[in-house]
């Protein structure tokens, strides 16, 4: 792994729901706080790494769009990518 790829996870590691929220809003996604802190819990509880794993980020975002809806999965989807690359 780079050291690139390790920034990106330990800045996943330390995202608030606040900050979610400010990247949310960079990209016109509409995320309640309620919502923020339920996909930073979720994002915590998995493993950072796994967010550079299609498959497993895949089904990451199937149970954000269960606590946002497919809309905003799909947008976070969109943001992620960009970071990762």
């Known amino acids: ?5 390790q920034m990106v996870i330990q800045k996943i590691k330390a995202t608030t729901p606040e900050e979610l929220i400010t990247y949310a809003k ?4 509409t ?4 919502q923020a802190k339920k996909v ?10 796994d967010i550079y794993d ?5 089904k ?9 809806n497919i809309k905003v999965a799909k947008q ?8 990762l690359k």
């Open 1 to 5: 792994m780079n050291v690139l790829h």
């Open 26 to 29: 960079q990209y016109d996604i």
């Open 31 to 34: 995320l309640s706080m309620q």
């Open 40 to 49: 930073v819990k979720l994002i915590k509880q998995t493993n950072p790494e």
């Open 54 to 58: 299609n498959t497993k980020r895949r």
């Open 60 to 68: 990451l975002l199937k149970k954000i769009a269960v606590i946002t």
């Open 76 to 83: 976070l989807n969109e943001m992620f990518n960009k970071y």
